[in-house]
């Protein structure tokens, strides 16, 4: 009798069970609660820490159960924040206007109030005019249909023109890594219409709920950033079981067999690239709201390096290795470099840990790869290993062992 998704994968009940609690416990402590234990700023970083977690997730299917390692996941993150972005400063900026148009004599044409808009959004580089890429800023459900196409339609095509060609391996990485770059200085020009090096901002002003306080707002996001991750992970965690994931990890493993026993390789790895770059969107679009701003060095390649370094931490392959590396790396850089941490006086040499964070976190991933090659994650794995079952008869070699007949000529 097949086993259910859940019985397959206990991990997910554990890992909904506790992000319910987690939310439910930073619920109850908010400020929007009336508690105030967790101030509106903190909660604004554990919601921007939950979509962290979310596209790291999606890092870790493509890299660490296709073999992926995509450069430019995070440049997907990006442009999921710059669709909302753009409906979410058109309508405040909209409301801004009509508000200030209110006491003219005679009422404002449609055009006007548009040249208003367009003068307030892009003054700060020296145009009025709104470009091709505005065309739907004023629609929510079209923008909101943008993160998720967007990333996903420059996936498919990006995909589409690396697998076909069959490039892997460390040109694959240095061809996304390419993509970033190219994208990140296309959004610094002013010409491109988001506003140059500017970016948008002013998004946590969430149009038509400005009566409901920052308080309130943060924790509906905060729990948006709860459901998507908990969807996330189910949804991932779906997709790399069964015969599904079995066929993408031996991608990961040895792409040639695959191919040579009759799977459609590039099929697989294009749907996986293109899945987890819509996911990312997602991500995206609910974190630079809380963030309040978005600009073009947002998506500098970097990024997306920072984002392969969490999951290294938290162990790839491993959906929840993930969730721990992005967490972890995430609020221990809002500490180190929020000025929480206390500097080390040394007497000849002050360290402040503003400036030395990148260093330490440079130094953590160098010693989880010579020394915990598997991450947190797998130490996780190491204390709640399951007893292998014992074998009774010959049923093949043990995993990983090497049979004394095997390479014999017959």
């Known amino acids: 009798m097949r086993k259910s998704f859940i019985a397959q994968n206990p991990s997910v009940l554990w890992f909904l069970a506790g992000l319910a609690i987690f939310t439910l416990g930073v619920t109850f402590m908010s400020e929007a609660a009336g508690v105030d234990m967790i101030s509106t700023s903190f909660l604004k970083t554990l919601g921007k820490t939950l979509c962290l977690c979310l596209v790291a997730i999606a890092m870790d299917v493509v890299w660490g159960y296709c073999g992926i390692l995509s450069l430019g996941h995070f440049a997907f993150f990006g442009i999921g924040?710059?669709?909302?972005?753009?409906?979410?400063?058109?309508?405040?900026?909209?409301?801004?206007?009509?508000?200030?148009?209110?006491?003219?004599?005679?009422?404002?044409?449609?055009?006007?109030?548009?040249?208003?808009?367009?003068?307030?959004i892009f003054g700060v580089v020296g145009s009025s005019d709104f470009p091709a890429l505005w065309a739907f800023s004023?629609?929510?459900?079209?923008?909101?249909?943008?993160?998720?196409?967007?990333p996903g339609l420059l996936a498919l095509v990006f995909g589409w023109l690396a697998f076909r060609s069959r490039v892997t391996g460390v040109y694959l990485s240095i061809l996304t890594q390419a993509m970033t770059l190219a994208l990140s200085l296309y959004f610094f020009q002013n010409d491109t219409g988001l506003r140059g090096n500017n970016g948008l901002s002013g998004l946590q002003n969430i149009p038509g709920l400005e009566a409901r306080g920052q308080a309130v707002v943060s924790l509906w996001f905060f729990w948006a950033s709860a459901l998507a991750l908990g969807?996330?992970?189910?949804?991932?965690a779906y997709v790399v079981s069964g015969k599904f994931g079995s066929v993408i990890r031996a991608i990961r493993d040895n792409e040639a067999r695959v191919r040579f026993l009759g799977y459609h390789v590039e099929h697989y790895k294009l749907f996986i690239f293109t899945l987890t770059a819509m996911v990312a969107g997602v991500a995206g679009a609910l974190y630079y709201p809380q963030a309040g701003i978005i600009n073009p060095?947002?998506?500098?390649?970097?990024?997306?390096?920072?984002?392969?370094?969490?999951?290294?931490?938290?162990?790839r392959g491993r959906?929840?290795?993930?969730?721990?590396?992005?967490?972890?790396?995430?609020?221990?850089?809002?500490?180190?470099?929020?000025?929480?941490?206390?500097?080390?006086?040394?007497?000849?040499?002050?360290?402040?840990?503003?400036d030395w964070w990148l260093v330490l976190l440079g130094v953590s991933f160098v010693l989880v790869t010579l020394y915990f090659p598997k991450g947190v994650g797998g130490i996780f794995d190491a204390l709640v290993r399951e007893t292998a079952v014992e074998r009774q008869g010959d049923y093949g070699p043990d995993k990983g062992a090497w049979r004394n007949d095997e390479g014999k000529p017959s």
């Open 81 to 120: 924040g710059y669709s909302i972005g753009m409906w979410l400063m058109y309508a405040r900026t909209e409301g801004i206007v009509a508000t200030s148009l209110e006491s003219a004599a005679l009422p404002p044409t449609p055009q006007e109030i548009t040249d208003a808009i367009g003068s307030q």
């Open 138 to 150: 004023h629609s929510l459900p079209l923008q909101l249909l943008a993160v998720v196409l967007a």
């Open 231 to 236: 969807m996330g992970y189910v949804l991932f």
């Open 297 to 315: 060095t947002e998506i500098a390649p970097i990024a997306s390096i920072y984002l392969a370094v969490w999951v290294a931490i938290g162990g």
């Open 319 to 354: 959906l929840y290795g993930a969730v721990i590396g992005a967490a972890l790396v995430s609020l221990m850089s809002s500490w180190f470099t929020g000025g929480s941490a206390p500097n080390i006086n040394l007497g000849f040499y002050e360290i402040k840990w503003t």
